[in-house]
């Protein structure tokens, strides 16, 4: 009776989801079509091919892409493709008798340390320059990622998951637009795609959930080798079986964010988990190089195996020699997963509510992966 009951469930509550359909965890800011939701202000032209916003410096008037939305407290992201120009993100800005006014994280990366400092537009001018310059970061007529957090008196940005500047302004708005900028130029030309925003109740701000130096906080578990140089997290293979570093502490509700290399194996990050004996159960965002599908996707470790693929060939989104950036969001049923920006897949699942992380070496396999950056926004 207890089968028969627990299956009755699970018919019942996949037919509400699938009726209900998916509201998403983030927020687009832009639909991949059209420029709903914003409003031009200056000379640049502005518009979409390609899933794009494009944007080239012509006329003799600076140029914003406006949200009609004001925001408060958030974390930003977006992947842009720099080719020329002088560009910059506003946030909690306004705009007053035409002109532009309040936060702008700068991005040119024409100028060596302009892109990810912060300024204050038709205002106090530069509150914080980056020490860190464009071309350790940055690559031209690619995609790259800008994220910005603003929280409280609190504004970080980070570009490729390098962290630029963090300031505390207490003198600064705290709610406002976001705004895109164009520079007229001839050599002028930008490209936005996959803007998003997470805004933050009772501002809450990001947990570091690894200090850099030590394994506080974890523990390890099976057949692995886990060891700490640069601030960074090393997992090796050790006699062939599972292998796995778990988090001490449980977490319901979060956006967790983090850095990663692999270069070849199969990997993963488990959450909303949980162990039993030697093994870990519970939602993996997978990893594996190897595969077309299987990085980013979402597996159901020891319990339901693959639960949702992506839709596209995910192994093209790795960069295989460099750091990749993992993002984990769950929110009440709600799970989203996306690496260097780039959303995988999404699900729902009013089942799984608490669980703890956990970093996987696959059985089986010789194999190393790095971790760092790892920092946790708990809802």
Same mark, same amino acid.
């Given at each position: @009776? ?5 299956l009755?469930v699970?018919?019942?509550?996949s037919?509400?989801? +699938?009726? +209900? ?5 983030w927020q687009p800011l832009f639909?991949g079509e059209?420029?709903d ?5 200056g000379s ?7 899933? +794009?916003?494009?944007v080239n ?9 406006l949200t ?5 407290d958030f974390?930003?992201r977006?992947?842009?493709k720099?080719?020329?120009g002088?560009?910059g993100i506003q946030? =909690?800005? =306004?705009?007053e008798d035409?002109k532009?006014i ?5 991005l040119d ?7 990810g ?8 001018? @530069?509150l914080? +320059?980056t020490?860190?310059?464009?071309n350790?970061?940055?690559?031209k007529?690619q995609w ?19 962290? @630029?500047i963090? &300031?505390?302004?207490?003198k600064?708005?705290k709610?406002?637009?976001?705004a895109?900028?164009?520079?007229t130029?001839?050599?002028s030309?930008m490209e ?10 009772n501002?809450q701000?990001w947990v ?17 080798i886990w060891?700490?140089a ?7 293979s ?5 292998g796995?570093?778990l988090?001490e502490?449980?977490?319901?509700n979060f &956006?967790c964010?983090l ?7 199969n990997?993963g ?9 030697d @093994?870990? &159960?519970?939602?993996q965002?997978d990893?594996?190089p190897s ?9 159901d470790?020891s ?5 949702v693929?992506?839709?596209?060939d995910?192994?093209?989104?790795l960069?295989?020699e ?5 993002e ?11 690496i260097?920006?780039i ?9 799984r509510k ?7 070496? &696959?059985?089986g396999?010789e194999m190393?992966?790095?971790?760092k ?7």
């Amino acid at each position: @009776m207890k089968f028969v009951r627990t299956l009755l469930v699970g018919l019942i509550t996949s037919i509400v989801i +699938a009726n +209900a359909g998916y509201a998403g965890i983030w927020q687009p800011l832009f639909n991949g079509e059209n420029l709903d939701g914003w409003k031009v202000l200056g000379s640049p032209e502005w518009k979409v091919e390609d899933g +794009a916003i494009k944007v080239n410096g012509v006329g003799d008037q600076m140029g914003w892409l406006l949200t009609e939305k004001s925001y408060s407290d958030f974390v930003f992201r977006a992947r842009f493709k720099w080719s020329g120009g002088n560009s910059g993100i506003q946030v =909690r800005s =306004r705009v007053e008798d035409g002109k532009m006014i309040g936060y702008q994280c700068n991005l040119d990366p024409g100028r060596p340390t302009a892109t990810g400092s912060l300024v204050e537009e038709n205002g106090r001018g @530069m509150l914080k +320059a980056t020490k860190i310059t464009a071309n350790k970061v940055f690559k031209k007529d690619q995609w790259n990622t800008y994220e910005i957090t603003a929280i409280g008196d609190r504004i970080e940005i980070k570009v490729n998951g390098q962290l @630029m500047i963090s &300031h505390n302004d207490p003198k600064g708005d705290k709610k406002g637009i976001i705004a895109l900028q164009m520079v007229t130029s001839p050599e002028s030309s930008m490209e936005w795609t996959d803007l998003r925003i997470l805004e933050i109740p009772n501002k809450q701000d990001w947990v570091s959930m690894f200090d850099g130096k030590s394994l506080t906080g974890w523990k390890t578990l099976g057949d692995s080798i886990w060891s700490i140089a640069d601030k960074t997290i090393k997992g090796e293979s050790d006699k062939g079986g599972y292998g796995w570093l778990l988090s001490e502490k449980e977490y319901s509700n979060f &956006h967790c964010s983090l850095q990663f290399k692999i270069a070849s194996g199969n990997s993963g990050i488990q959450f909303r988990s949980w162990a039993v004996d030697d @093994m870990v &159960h519970g939602f993996q965002a997978d990893i594996d190089p190897s595969s077309d599908w299987i990085t980013g996707h979402l597996y159901d470790q020891s319990e339901k195996g693959i639960l949702v693929k992506p839709k596209f060939d995910s192994s093209k989104i790795l960069d295989l020699e460099g750091w990749n950036t993992y993002e984990i969001t769950a929110i009440g049923p709600d799970v989203e997963l996306f690496i260097n920006g780039i959303k995988t897949i999404e699900h729902n699942d009013p089942t799984r509510k608490k669980g703890i992380f956990a970093f996987q070496i &696959h059985k089986g396999i010789e194999m190393v992966t790095y971790w760092k950056d790892i920092r946790i926004i708990e809802f």
